[in-house]
């Protein structure tokens, strides 16, 4: 009998990123005795990726096999819920509407898995940066997430909703499902792989599955990973519930401190790249701390716009 394999995506007014990844998914190459379907969720009320569906049908360059439904209730989890939902698979990957993928993308993942048979795969995702960004942003890696050699093994912590693949047991015969209460505020992933390692589940790596994620011009910039950065350091408070006492929040600023001050030579003769990783430390570690503080500060709901303005967390639109 062959395998299902279900590939969700959701997404929300990103039309040109959203056109190159389905072009991509309609040309990867398929294991053998599976049947693929890629699932869309737009989580736009008004369906605004409903023209370019349309259009890619209609030239041919759509993915044999896709779903598309509408999600109008706000919020990431909600979203992949619903994709979720639109039926049984074998396996679920997922994977974001700013990616795009090469041919030989599923392969990869499928041959870890078969390899494995882990509950989770992982791929690697580099990012595309606007042409002209400066130097140190592509040496610096900061748009990058790297998932380490082929099969080695991972833990729950690097789980996302970017380019990986779970087995479908546990989503039908475990029950698992995202957490709405962390729709928009971010980290409905990162809680769904801790609560799926809790269980018993293990992670993978896969570096051969690489994608590749489009940076968009309004987040090539230090202000924006220092603000990523803040807010995930808050939404990895809420989720892993760890407590921050105030000498170990003390201890991780002063070594911030030191990566600051080792990194100021570097950014004089244009190599900030040092002084920016230590930016990024500093926003985590302050972002963990406020949510320690003050956990409703990490709840807070966050709008959609046009153009999400600040970074919502891991897994945001």
Not at 51 to 69: D, K, M, N
Not at 156 to 185: C, I, M, Y
Not at 257 to 279: D, F, N, S
Request: charged share 25%; glycine share 10%; net charge negative.
């Amino acid at each position: 009998m062959a395998s299902r394999i279900a590939i969700c995506v959701a997404t929300y007014r990103r039309q040109a990123l959203l056109r190159r990844l389905l072009e991509s998914l309609a040309v990867i190459e398929s294991p053998e005795d599976t049947t693929v379907e890629v699932r869309l969720v737009d989580n736009d009320a008004e369906g605004s990726s409903t023209p370019t569906v349309e259009e890619l049908r209609a030239s041919g360059q759509a993915p044999e096999i896709l779903h598309h439904a509408i999600e109008p209730k706000q919020g990431i989890a909600d979203a992949r819920n619903r994709a979720l939902n639109m039926g049984p698979a074998d396996f679920f990957i997922f994977i974001d509407d700013d990616e795009w993928v090469k041919p030989d993308w599923l392969m990869a993942l499928w041959k870890t898995y078969q390899a494995t048979q882990a509950d989770v795969v992982l791929g690697s995702v580099s990012g595309v940066l606007p042409e002209g960004s400066p130097k140190w942003m592509s040496r610096g890696g900061f748009y990058d997430k790297e998932v380490g050699e082929d099969e080695s093994v991972l833990d729950w912590r690097s789980g996302r909703t970017s380019n990986t693949l779970v087995a479908g047991h546990w989503f039908e015969e475990k029950e698992l499902q995202f957490d709405p209460r962390f729709g928009r505020s971010g980290g409905s992933d990162s809680d769904l792989f801790r609560r799926l390692s809790k269980l018993g589940g293990r992670f993978v790596a896969c570096d051969s599955a690489r994608v590749f994620e489009d940076v968009e011009p309004n987040r090539a910039s230090v202000r924006w990973l220092a603000l990523r950065s803040y807010r995930n350091g808050m939404v990895f408070q809420r989720v892993s519930r760890e407590t921050h006492t105030v000498l170990r929040a003390g201890w991780r600023l002063l070594k911030v401190g030191g990566l600051l001050i080792k990194g100021v030579p570097g950014a004089l003769i244009g190599r900030p790249e040092t002084w920016v990783r230590a930016v990024m430390l500093g926003s985590i570690a302050a972002g963990g701390v406020k949510a320690a503080l003050q956990p409703a500060s990490a709840e807070e709901w966050v709008e959609y716009g046009e153009r999400p303005k600040e970074p919502v967390g891991s897994g945001s639109y």
